[in-house]
């Protein structure tokens, strides 16, 4: 009987082992179309790329290999790459926690409104909706500073308006301006996350004597914390790819005329501008993928640090 059942095991595992491997291909079946958009949009292009930035390439002829001759040029000899850097980095620290900090407000203001709380909440996200080229183009005819509907304003209250993106330590702000004005979305990311906030934590807060200020920061802000870490995160992301904005308004301030890279004065270059030219301006294929390899680990680093600085503050902060 013993001999009987052994010898029928492996006709019990045949089939099980068949099965299994059934389902594997039928997961990677399922799996297929990802992993082929994965590799062929994405590790593919990535590859290429860090191995273009060790060549010297034009994408017409045959690539090189240079070695770290790109990267060296970078670091000392791109006479315009540390001007882009300064831009890029001023638009991260500033514009970056201005909006973050302009959408939690604009947020926190209609998720207190009773009447008319749609209506506004609606006027607040439409600029969102606009494109970037037509909201740029039109920020700029608005602040132009002879025609502009902006200084006219400014004038009538006797205050002389500055001349915005035709001047070098205007033109940054300005586009700090457009940005706020474009930050519906993350408004209505803030806001969903405020109403989602316990109100027995508001009233228990109450109750123990809590101000407002107390309240927003013992209680909103631990509440919200992980949504204004995402906000801050694709908000340097964004600030490190900054290129349209600052692109359309250097030509339209300029008078639609080629200008120079990040008129006026140089003040509007970023560093994916800088990209742009080196690679399609200058056909530099190979220097420009060394600068968006940079760009990348730039990027990644920021988001590692801003991620462990806000687990490690989960961590010291949970005991309590």
């Known amino acids: 009987m013993a001999t009987h059942q052994i010898a029928q095991l492996p006709l019990v595992k045949a089939p099980l082992k068949a099965r299994m491997r059934r389902n594997r291909?039928?997961?990677?079946?399922?799996?297929?179309?990802?992993?082929v958009g994965f590799t062929v949009f994405l590790?593919?292009?990535?590859?290429?790329?860090?191995w273009l930035s060790f060549t010297n390439s034009n994408m017409i002829s045959q690539a090189q290999f240079v070695g770290l001759r790109n990267y060296r040029y970078l670091l000392d000899g791109d006479p315009l790459i540390w001007h882009a850097v300064r831009n890029t980095a001023w638009l991260v620290v500033i514009m970056v926690p201005a909006q973050v900090l302009f959408a939690l407000g604009v947020a926190m203001v209609t998720a207190r409104l009773k009447a008319g709380a749609s209506l506004f909440r609606t006027l607040f996200y439409l600029p969102a909706l606009a494109p970037p080229v037509a909201a740029t183009v039109a920020f700029v005819c608005m602040f132009n500073p002879n025609s502009g509907p902006v200084?006219?304003?400014l004038g009538l209250l006797g205050i002389h308006g500055p001349l915005w993106f035709?001047?070098?330590?205007?033109?940054?702000?300005?586009?700090?301006?457009?940005?706020?004005?474009?930050?519906?979305t993350m408004m209505v990311i803030f806001l969903a996350a405020l109403l989602e906030v316990p109100a027995e934590l508001y009233e228990a807060a109450e109750l123990d004597g809590a101000g407002p200020w107390h309240r927003f920061r013992y209680v909103t802000l631990p509440t919200i914390s992980p949504?204004?870490?995402?906000?801050?995160?694709?908000?340097?992301?964004?600030?490190l790819q900054y290129f349209t904005q600052a692109m359309v308004a250097s030509q339209v301030a300029n008078g639609n005329i080629?200008?120079?890279?990040?008129?006026?004065?140089?003040?509007?270059?970023?560093?994916?501008?800088q990209l742009y030219i080196a690679g399609f301006n200058q056909f530099h294929a190979g220097y420009a993928c060394a600068l968006a390899v940079v760009l990348f680990v730039?990027?990644?680093a920021f988001t590692v640090v801003l991620l462990r600085r806000?687990?490690?503050f989960d961590i010291e902060e949970s005991p309590r």
Request: glycine fraction near 10%.
């Open 310 to 312: 806000a687990s490690g």
């Open 43 to 50: 590790i593919y292009p990535l590859v290429m790329t860090v």
């Open 166 to 184: 035709n001047s070098p330590d205007w033109s940054k702000p300005a586009l700090t301006l457009l940005a706020l004005w474009g930050s519906g």
């Open 298 to 300: 730039v990027a990644m």
């Open 25 to 35: 291909l039928r997961v990677l079946l399922f799996l297929a179309p990802g992993l």
């Open 227 to 239: 949504v204004v870490l995402f906000a801050t995160v694709t908000g340097v992301i964004a600030g």
């Open 151 to 153: 200084n006219r304003i």
């Open 258 to 273: 080629q200008p120079a890279p990040g008129y006026p004065d140089g003040s509007t270059l970023t560093f994916p501008q």
